[in-house]
């Protein structure tokens, strides 16, 4: 014994297991338990018998549980919209989309993980073989939402001196409005506002090179993803009379299903004995199967109700890739808790988009979502 614990560089059996016993159980979570597991940890890797003690340590080291809670702000890049079109004597489309909202939607983002190491998957136990080395089963989980909105305004659309103003229809061709009369058929106190509601679900199967939290480890994973997304966008036309505009509304839920495999680990920055400092990263890229239903509509008001409503309803389907990424920095204190602050970028291809030429009916589109997030996060490990 040197100092109360035992000198690393003797072998484990030559420590009496009362005294390692006494380290590990009683010191909870503080440096004797810390520099005990340490020396576990050198005589296994010795290759040399470890005592009772010692394989109880560091199988209760292994098998640990974690959960985790984290609270960000996310920013959503959508793919392009693009309203109204500058016409010419109703016959000549010289410019569709002269209205083109902005692309970028803030919202709030929320997300519960949960960890287990040592999970013994199909009966197997941890000290099974694993591929690259690895050593630790692990299982976990995450569930994660956002919600948020977006505002973009146009005081004035105006189509241009000797230029009509083309409305396309949802169903196109005459479902839509043409209005000929320059300055007549300017728009006003136009607004485009978008809403968007996400959460999404995974669980993923992996394991670790070692039972450190700061080694890499390896995974495969499942995930599912439920995205809510409506829109609107209309203004009025006073040239047309009083209480003359339009009004689109668009409503589409996405939901996909993917397999994924990723990668985590962390580089250590400073450490004593009761905390350390590391930057961690992760990336995750898979396919899903998307499936997506969609409104759209059409509504005139005031003089130019003439022309009755327009919609149509979607159901589309297909397969797309995506991504994540992360990096954050993290703190964790007597190896049970820890707190982070990160970033994460996300590649989603299960955004909706509709759009229409005012000569053929409107279309329903996956697109691309690209987000950024900011996060907080907290976890205990136990």
């Not at 380290?23 to 010795?46: I, K, M, S």
């Not at 090179?209 to 203004?235: A, I, K, M």
């Amino acid at each position: 014994m040197k100092n109360g614990t035992c000198d690393r560089w003797r072998p484990i059996h030559s420590c009496a297991a009362a005294a390692g016993a006494a380290a590990f159980f009683l010191a909870g979570t503080g440096t004797a338990r810390a520099d005990y597991l340490e020396v576990c940890r050198d005589a296994q890797a010795r290759g040399e018998v470890l005592d009772q003690s010692c394989t109880e340590a560091l199988r209760r080291e292994e098998d640990r549980q974690s959960f985790g809670l984290s609270l960000g702000t996310s920013q959503y890049t959508l793919g392009p919209r693009a309203f109204l079109a500058r016409e010419n004597l109703g016959t000549n489309v010289l410019e569709l989309g002269i209205a083109r909202p902005g692309s970028h939607v803030r919202t709030n983002t929320y997300g519960l993980e949960y960890s287990s190491d040592g999970f013994s998957p199909f009966g197997l136990s941890s000290s099974s073989s694993l591929p690259f080395g690895g050593e630790v089963w692990r299982i976990f989980g995450s569930l994660m939402w956002s919600e948020g909105s977006a505002n973009t305004f146009f005081p004035t659309i105006d189509p241009g001196a000797g230029h009509g103003l083309g409305i396309p229809g949802i169903n196109g061709g005459a479902s839509g409005i043409f209005l000929p009369v320059n300055p007549q058929n300017t728009v006003v106190d136009a607004e485009h506002r978008v809403e968007i509601r996400w959460g999404q679900v995974d669980l993923n199967l992996g394991f670790a090179t070692d039972d450190n939290l700061y080694t890499p480890d390896f995974h495969v994973g499942l995930r599912y993803s439920d995205l809510d997304q409506r829109e609107r966008f209309g203004g009025d036309i006073p040239g047309y009379g009083a209480g003359s505009g339009f009004q689109y509304q668009f409503h589409a839920e996405t939901r996909a299903v993917g397999i994924h495999a990723g990668f985590s680990g962390a580089v250590p920055l400073r450490s004593n004995d009761s905390w350390d400092v590391a930057l961690r990263y992760a990336g995750e890229f898979g396919v899903a199967r998307i499936a997506g239903d969609g409104f759209a509509q059409l509504e005139n008001y005031g003089t130019l109700a003439v022309v009755p409503p327009s919609s149509n309803t979607f159901d589309i389907s297909g397969y797309g890739a995506y991504a994540s990424l992360q990096a954050s920095l993290e703190a964790r204190f007597n190896e049970r808790f820890s707190a982070q602050l990160g970033v994460r970028y996300d590649l989603r291809p299960w955004g909706a988009g509709f759009s229409g030429d005012g000569t053929n009916p409107f279309t329903m589109q996956f697109q691309d979502m690209q987000v950024v997030t900011a996060f907080l996060g907290a976890r205990v490990r136990f």
